[in-house]
């Protein structure tokens, strides 16, 4: 008897085993096929800019030149065009999530604070072509009518806020990006105001501390938390496409104006690639893409290890 | 002698009238950041919903200066391409969700978690020249294939991390006590803990459907577009984004308006799922909040 149960319990084991590890090695290749998906994204941009690497070398990320007709091509303007539309987005978005988050956290009450981030995920929900179309009929042209006049009466002998743009230019390119990304900035904010224990505004409270004072603090030690969050805005901001291209002017210039057009890294493989003349013309596009995923893989790697490692440190406190 | 209560309290009234401004600034900005999003809102609905009536879900786009016609293909492209992106991303996603949650006892899987994270940050632009690549060069032709594949990519990472989430607010308890009955681990976790956590899954799917139909850069150079039809999975097809960008930056009245329409269509897309996300998942974060 005892003998048929011990058969019987190896019997059961092995089909389990064999299942189990079926379908572990199942999930386990799905998981697989998202990192082989990453390394098969970069090396498939990486093979494919090959004409355009080989014929400018790194002289294409500092050329100025972009030139189907004499197939000369650098990104140096789409670069400086990503970089201060970015830059511009996260003076704007910055303060401006921080104080979301701290309303949300310190401030609103549970119906209020519920509205308002249910408000801020649908703004983050909305497509980027809605951003640019606004972006096109409301934001440009008041940026043209009303803004860029009255900055210009008062601020206009600085050379940024100089020049005649028409309303589409760096600038309001940084503000649609602005609305863009507080909300993924909020988003993380909030989460690591969260993971501050409560103790430790307790504490500043029962020092005398303000209520913003205690909030501060709880700021502060949360530091590295919103330097990741920020960096993720960047990274969103830096990739994002359609609303830039719809805004931006689309000139591929350096000018010392934000009002002023320019162009963007994202935009200009939007504006190009489907009707490239050439190899090499998307050779070099896709070299631009190429720039761009490296970018961002770096910006997004350095701002999720930055929130991990918050986190974990908020956890063990 | 000093009058040492009147400089404390002079002090303290300056710094609670710090407290109060920096809060009310704070609340200024939550007012800051929802603006946009109501006057988008607003002004898309009353753009778009004028120009709205059933001709334009049902007839072809009209060249121009002809006046009506709608665009019925390319809201028939935008549910093809994104049933093709489901039918990809969400095994993917769900599968490599169960495999980070349910087997994460190594290194390997925070890896894959690092990864989702990066895919989810990798530009929606880079993700259409990658299609573009893969399917579009060896095709020799703009496809749907190639972009409901660049979609279901975007879709990943929300499914994964949706699934993540969903799973581990699966009480071990469940999975102990169906192990206990001699469930194999396999049909536990499909059985019991997928089921358990399904609700959440679907409204995490729900999000990243609305996401993927907005989605227009990974769409211009993979599905590409067209003005009729679409016959065939293997020929361009059209799609609501890449309309209204092409609308968008024409310098046609009559074409402003369609594309009006259609921002109006996704935005009430997106605006419907999010309350149906939300509804649906407001217990369960009032609980763990």
Redesign the interface.
């Known amino acids: 008897m005892p003998d048929i149960e011990a058969k019987e319990r190896k019997i059961?084991k092995s089909?389990?085993k064999l299942?189990?590890i079926?379908?572990?090695n199942?999930?386990?290749l799905?998981?697989?096929?998202?990192?082989a998906?990453?390394i098969?994204?970069f090396y498939?941009?990486f093979m494919?800019s090959a004409e355009s690497r080989e014929k400018f070398g790194f002289g294409f990320i500092t050329s100025l030149n972009w030139d189907s007709v004499r197939g000369e091509y650098g990104a140096m303007t789409f670069i400086y065009g990503t970089v201060v539309s970015s830059v511009i987005a996260l003076i704007i978005a910055l303060?401006?999530?921080?104080?979301?988050a701290?309303?949300?956290t310190?401030?609103?009450n549970s119906i209020t604070r519920?509205a308002?981030s249910?408000?801020?995920?649908?703004?983050a929900?909305?497509?980027?072509?809605?951003?640019?179309?606004?972006g096109?009929?409301?934001l440009a042209p008041f940026m043209r009518t009303v803004i860029q006049p009255s900055v210009q009466s008062v601020f206009g002998f600085i050379p940024i806020f100089g020049g005649s743009g028409a309303g589409f230019g760096l600038l309001t390119a940084g503000i649609i990006l602005a609305?863009m990304i507080?909300?993924i900035i909020?988003a993380i904010t909030r989460d690591v105001l969260k993971a501050i224990p409560v103790s430790q505004r307790e504490a500043a409270y029962a020092l005398g501390a303000?209520?913003?004072?205690a909030?501060k603090m709880a700021l502060l030690n949360a530091k590295s938390g919103i330097l990741g969050a920020t960096v993720?805005g960047l990274?969103?901001a830096?990739?994002?496409?359609?609303a830039v291209t719809?805004v931006i002017g689309n000139k591929a210039q350096i000018k010392e104006s934000l009002f002023e057009p320019a162009y963007s890294m994202?935009s200009v493989?939007?504006n190009e690639?489907?009707e490239a003349s050439g190899t090499l013309h998307i050779s070099a596009?896709?070299e631009v893409?190429l720039i761009?995923?490296g970018v961002?893989?770096i910006?997004?790697?350095f701002?999720?290890l930055l929130i991990?490692s918050f986190t974990k440190k908020a956890q063990t406190r | 002698m000093t009058d040492y209560y009147s400089m404390i309290k002079n002090n303290s009234r300056g710094?609670?009238l710090?407290?109060?401004v920096?809060?009310f600034?704070?609340?200024?900005?939550?007012m800051?950041?929802?603006l946009?999003?109501?006057?988008?809102?607003f002004?898309?609905t009353i753009q778009g919903a004028s120009s709205l009536n059933l001709e334009f879900f049902t007839e072809l786009p009209k060249p121009v200066g002809e006046t009506g016609g709608g665009m019925a293909n390319a809201i028939a492209g935008t549910a093809i391409l994104v049933g093709l992106g489901s039918i990809f991303g969400i095994?993917?996603g769900i599968?490599?969700g169960?495999?980070?949650t349910?087997?994460s006892k190594n290194m390997?899987?925070n890896?894959?978690k690092?990864?989702?994270?990066?895919?989810s940050?990798?530009?929606?632009?880079?993700?259409?020249?990658?299609a573009?690549?893969?399917i579009v060069i060896p095709m020799q032709r703009f496809s749907a294939y190639a972009g409901g594949f660049a979609l279901g990519?975007l879709m990943?990472p929300t499914i994964?991390r949706i699934t993540e989430e969903m799973l581990k607010l699966v009480p071990h308890n469940l999975r102990e006590a169906a192990l206990a009955l001699?469930i194999?681990?396999?049909?536990t976790?499909?059985r019991i803990v997928l089921r358990t956590a399904s609700g959440g899954i679907i409204t995490g799917i729900l999000?990243a459907v609305?996401?993927a139909?907005?989605?227009?850069?990974p769409l211009?150079?993979t599905s590409?577009g067209n003005s009729f039809w679409s016959s065939s999975l293997d020929s361009p097809m059209a799609s609501i984004?890449v309309q209204?960008?092409n609308y968008?930056?024409s310098p046609y009245d009559e074409w402003?308006r369609k594309?009006?329409a259609g921002?109006f269509v996704?935005?009430s897309l997106?605006?419907i799922?999010?309350l149906i996300v939300?509804l649906a998942t407001?217990n369960k974060y009032s609980q763990s909040a």
């Open positions: 059961i089909t389990r299942s189990d079926l379908f572990e199942a999930t386990f799905f998981a697989l096929l998202i990192a998906i990453v098969y994204i498939e941009m494919d303060p401006v999530s921080i104080g979301v701290v309303f949300l310190e401030i609103a519920s308002v249910f408000l801020i995920e649908i703004l929900a909305i497509p980027s072509i809605i951003f640019g179309f606004w096109i009929y409301v609305i507080t909300p909020t303000t209520k913003w004072e909030i993720l990274g969103r830096v990739g994002e496409t359609m719809m994202a493989i939007a690639f489907a596009l896709i893409g761009l995923f961002t893989f910006i997004n790697s701002a999720r991990y | 710094r609670k710090k407290s109060r920096m809060l600034l704070c609340v200024f900005a939550a800051l950041a929802i946009p999003l109501v006057y988008i809102f002004y898309t095994p993917v599968l490599a169960i495999y980070v349910e087997y390997f899987a890896i894959i690092f990864v989702t994270d990066v895919l940050g990798i530009p929606s632009i880079i993700i259409g020249i990658f573009y690549g893969l990519l990943i994964t001699g194999p681990r396999w049909k976790t499909i999000l609305a996401r139909a907005g989605e227009t850069a211009l150079f590409f984004p209204i960008f968008a930056i402003h594309a009006w921002a996704l935005i997106v605006f799922v999010s939300r407001r």
